[in-house]
């Protein structure tokens, strides 16, 4: 079985307009925000292996918490610049290259394509994917090779401003 974890990267700072898109970084609340949903991802049990990353600043942060929240060395974050403002179609090429060794990976990315692409994996639907959400999956096979093709099942879906049991 492989386990895919989508996270929408925090939110960002707008205040700078000079900024290109690129390089906007996380604001406040995006700072608050993705430790929270760190712990939450972590108190259900799920330990990723593979941390894989847009390579945006507000992308990068946001994987980064993670990754400290898991004790995870930020140099072992893997970035693929194709998932930069992705469409769904390169969401599967990118995991379709992910080592076999790794069962749970999380990738970290924007909107609209990290939506687009979660509501291709099965049944469940989100019209949006707020931001910092983490919208999850499995998948039965041993290969991420053949994710794609692979019969998979909704695990959850999780965002800040969720109620909490």
């Known amino acids: 079985m ?3 974890i989508l996270v929408r990267h925090a939110k960002s700072d707008w205040q700078d307009v000079t900024l290109e898109d ?3 970084p996380l604001n406040a609340r ?4 993705a430790p929270v949903m760190a712990e939450r991802l972590r108190k259900r049990g799920i330990v990723p292996d593979l941390f894989i990353s847009s390579p945006a600043k507000r992308a990068r942060k ?3 918490i993670f990754a400290e929240t898991y004790d995870v060395d930020k140099k072992d974050i893997l970035f693929e610049k194709d998932l930069y403002l992705a469409p769904p179609y ?3 090429e990118v995991i379709g290259r992910f080592k076999d060794e790794g069962n749970i990976a999380v ?3 924007h909107n609209p394509g990290i939506t687009d692409f ?3 994996l099965t049944n469940a639907r989100i019209d949006d994917m ?6 999850a999956v499995e998948a039965d096979t041993e290969s991420w090779a053949a994710f794609d093709t692979a019969a998979k099942r909704f695990l959850f879906c999780d965002y800040p401003k969720k109620p909490q049991d």
């Open 62 to 64: 946001t994987a980064d």
């Open 2 to 4: 492989k386990t895919l």
């Open 118 to 120: 979660a509501n291709t």
């Open 107 to 109: 990738i970290f990315s």
């Open 90 to 92: 390169v969401f599967t």
């Open 30 to 33: 995006g700072k608050t925000d």
């Open 22 to 24: 690129f390089d906007r």
């Open 130 to 135: 707020p931001t910092c959400a983490i919208f």
